[in-house]
């Protein structure tokens, strides 16, 4: 699913966030991303959300090489993530309803599809009967869970997750965390970027540790589809 070829990212300024980094995600699998601040965590997931392009090296998302694609076709390869931020990037002048809807009405659902997919995500976060409210009314952690259907609405083939839990008490971080390990389990393929180092030991899924930009352990299962 997710392929880095001796990656490197060097940012104007000449700080280098990843260094010759290289890994495979095999499809429907489930990982976290773990290490320092600034070890280059969030890079790495904006590299492959495009987001970022890289400096050297080559990534391959589901097979497509993602550096002969150009910034005209990034929305159609994006069609296919799903991205979970920290700070969850609501609409407070929205409803929990628009904010999931984004994605289908920017993609051009029709109205009845995008009824039945929204309800369908919140249902999935347990927030079916809060589609009315608005953002700013509800807790942290039922805010963050309508990013997480806002990622997951148009069942995307990958989700990425940059310190989802960050915010959020144990028992909180607990359930964020297992909502994604539910989507992995329908075949979701799933990465996470996560310090929390006792959530991820609760979790048992493999664990990529960076450290400077560089991979320092990489604990993924070498796979058939892993080189895909």
Do not use: C, W
């Not at 991303?33 to 959300?49: D, E, M, N, R, V």
């Not at 392009?53 to 076709?73: A, E, H, M, Y």
């Amino acid at each position: 699913m997710i392929h880095f070829d001796n990656i490197s990212k060097r940012y104007p300024g000449g700080h280098e966030a990843l260094s010759h980094t290289s890994f495979r995600l095999g499809k429907g699998q489930m990982a976290f991303l773990t290490g320092h601040s600034g070890a280059g965590k969030s890079t790495l997931l904006k590299l492959i959300a495009m987001i970022e392009r890289p400096t050297r090296g080559q990534i391959f998302l589901d097979g497509v090489n993602l550096n002969n694609i150009s910034n005209r076709k990034i929305p159609y390869i994006r069609r296919n993530i799903g991205i979970i931020f920290q700070n969850h990037h609501l609409l407070y002048d929205r409803s929990v309803f628009d904010n999931v809807a984004m994605p289908l009405i920017i993609q051009g659902y029709r109205q009845h599809e995008i009824h039945k997919r929204v309800r369908a995500a919140l249902n999935q976060v347990g927030l079916l009967k809060k589609e009315k409210m608005d953002p700013i009314t509800l807790s942290g952690g039922e805010q963050q869970r309508v990013g997480i259907a806002r990622a997951i609405v148009h069942k995307p083939l990958l989700l990425l997750a940059d310190e989802p839990t960050g915010n959020l008490d144990p028992e909180l971080s607990l359930e964020i965390m297992q909502l994604f390990a539910r989507f992995n389990q329908v075949g979701t393929t799933v990465l996470i970027a996560s310090h929390d180092l006792d959530l991820i030991e609760q979790m048992g899924a493999p664990v990529i540790s960076l450290a400077d930009g560089r991979i320092v352990h990489n604990g993924l299962p070498f796979t058939a589809d892993s080189v895909a």
